[in-house]
């Protein structure tokens, strides 16, 4: 991953179940913060991010406060 201690790149479900979100971000190596962009799975809006990096993470929708959340994919099939 070179210079990235982090990166995902996944699609995020809404409330129904349904794919219709996105993410995409990185955490830099010796940074504790997480930065990159969004589209909100509910309300379709696209949004930066630029937040303390922990786990699990979680992203509140800047327009409609949906919280978009990203498990652990280790051990997922």
């Keep these: 991953m070179g210079?990235?201690?982090?990166?995902?790149?996944?699609t995020l479900p809404n409330k129904a179940g349904q794919?219709?979100?996105?993410?995409?971000?990185?955490?830099?190596h010796g940074s504790g913060t997480i930065e990159g962009e969004y589209?909100?799975?509910?309300?379709?809006?696209s949004g930066k991010i630029s937040?303390?990096?922990?786990?699990?993470?979680?992203?509140?929708c800047a327009k409609c406060g949906f919280i978009l959340k990203?498990?652990?994919l280790k051990g997922k099939k």
């Design 39 to 45: 589209t909100c799975p509910e309300c379709k809006a």
């Design 19 to 28: 794919e219709t979100g996105r993410i995409k971000a990185f955490v830099k």
């Design 3 to 10: 210079m990235f201690s982090y990166v995902t790149n996944r």
């Design 70 to 72: 990203l498990p652990k």
């Design 51 to 60: 937040q303390a990096f922990t786990r699990p993470l979680a992203i509140r």
